[in-house]
């Protein structure tokens, strides 16, 4: 009987460098764009037809702007603590990082506006 676990990684982008220095104090958090929960609820209730969605890959699904991958790079080193890491940049969107909620939200309202005369509904 094998059990799985799933895991996820996720960076903490608050992690400070030798001079004190964090991704999170070098970036933006853009503004709160997640609407009021008391507000969701009733508006959820409000018509016949509800939509939800599972925003567990979510971030993971948003690329980030080719120019800002350099500010996302990360050393990785495998259990030989005598290799040199190995630098990384990531490409996506991640869990940890202040700015990623921001991102997520305004990218789902970008799509929502670019498709309104699709489903105007």
Request: aromatic share 8%.
């Amino acid at each position: 009987d094998r059990r799985k676990t799933k895991t996820r990684v996720v960076f903490d982008g608050s992690a400070k460098d030798s001079e004190e220095t964090s991704l999170n104090s070098c970036i933006e958090a853009g503004p709160a764009l997640q609407p009021d929960l008391c507000g969701i609820l009733l508006r959820f209730r409000k018509k016949k037809i509800a939509v939800t969605s599972d925003i567990e890959k979510m971030f993971l699904q948003i690329s980030l702007r080719e120019q800002d991958r350099d500010s996302h790079r990360y050393l990785w080193r495998d259990l030989d603590l005598e290799a040199s890491p190995k630098v990384y940049r990531m490409t996506r969107v991640t869990f940890g990082v202040i700015a990623s909620p921001f991102l997520a939200i305004c990218t789902t309202q970008e799509h929502v506006q670019r498709n309104k005369e699709l489903y105007p509904e």
